[in-house]
């Protein structure tokens, strides 16, 4: 039975990643930190390693005697309290791990690292046909997206360290948060956008993001590669509520919020931030995506090596989503 450690297992994505691998008969270990949750980690085949990415010997230790063959390295900081985060959890901790498994000796089958698009940014040209593709040159346009591609040049810096960099773009499923202060709106007939112009969003269901990931972490042909992955459609901002109201039963009251006032919101906020020292949630990191006008992009290398066929597209996954929260309670 090959071994396989996911590292930022209690997250969303993180604990869908252990479900797979468990549906997989893969023998799973879950990278946790002493203070996660393990809420989605009840089933009892999962094994627990408490993992301090600032700890290389630590690490080191712990990597030899485990023996993994593949590791799936996911954890990350996606909305942080303080800037310096981004940098510090997304690639000196990438950073830290990589030279802990390689002091170890141990030579592992897969190291895969969940990046984002974020460390390509958004499709940079005004032609909204165009999308992100692996030639292109990397522009990010938040401090997440620059340790996220750090990471990856890190990765790819290595002599013959057997890497696959999978780069998800909007992500939904159950259990995730985010997104779902949205559907909180428009579950209280509120419909609300920033901006009036229509963006070129790309999401992917959680269930088809990992399984995808898990293809490419136990495939021996895949190595030393980047994917983008998304289900292969493209959307609206308000598709999206479009699809959440259908699903809902609800009618709205649409509103857009200039961006411009966004941004200022944000500044000040930022101001008041520095002073307090404390990093807002909403902040001109956000507002920079948040105006993004287009995050599609090239899926087809990930279908042609592996093979990969999205399931779900918006309405199928919103379906199991918006249902999920309404049996947690969460709606
Ligand atoms: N969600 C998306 O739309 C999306 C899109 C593209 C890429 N991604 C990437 O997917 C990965 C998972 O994201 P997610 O959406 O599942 O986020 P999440 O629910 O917030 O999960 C993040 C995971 O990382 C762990 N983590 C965070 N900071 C850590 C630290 N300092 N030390 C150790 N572990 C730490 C968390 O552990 P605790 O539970 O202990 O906090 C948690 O298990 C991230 O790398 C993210 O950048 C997500």
Sequence with gaps: MKKILITGASGFVGSHLVEEALRRDLDVYAGIRKSSSREYLQDER????????????????????????????????????????YMRVNFEYTKNFVEAIEASGEQLDKFTYISSAASYGPVPSKDLTDFLKEED?????????????????????????????????????????????????INRN????????????????????????????????????????????????????KTAKQILNKKTLRFHIPVTL????????????????????????????????????DIEPLKEDLNFQPQYDMEEGLEETLAWYKEQGWL
């Excluded at 021996?220 to 999206?240: L, M, T």
């Excluded at 919101?265 to 995506?289: C, D, F, H, M, T």
Aim: with cysteine; aromatic share 12%; net charge positive.
């Design 46 to 85: 999962i094994n627990f390693v408490e993992l301090n990415f600032e700890d290389k010997d630590q690490m080191s230790i712990l990597m030899k005697r485990k023996q993994f063959d593949y590791v799936i390295h996911n954890a990350g900081v996606v909305s942080a309290p303080k800037l310096s985060d």
């Design 137 to 185: 040159t990397p522009r990010p346009i938040n401090a997440y997206g620059e340790a996220k591609l750090a990471s990856e040049r890190y990765l790819a810096s290595l002599h013959d360290f057997p890497y696959v960099v999978i780069r998800p773009t909007g992500v939904y499923g159950p259990r995730e948060k985010e997104i779902l202060t949205f559907f909180k709106m």
């Design 190 to 241: 509120v419909e609300g956008y920033i901006g009036f112009r229509r963006q070129h969003l790309a999401f992917v269901y959680v269930k088809d993001l990992v399984r995808a990931v898990l293809d490419a972490t136990t495939s021996s042909e895949v190595s030393r590669k980047s994917y983008f992955i998304s289900d292969g459609r493209y959307y609206a901002q308000w598709d999206i509520g």
């Design 262 to 297: 966004v941004r200022s919101i944000a500044w000040v906020l930022e101001q008041a931030g520095k002073l307090s020292g404390s990093y807002p949630p909403l902040n001109l990191e956000k507002v920079r995506i948040l105006e993004s006008l287009n995050w599609k992009c």
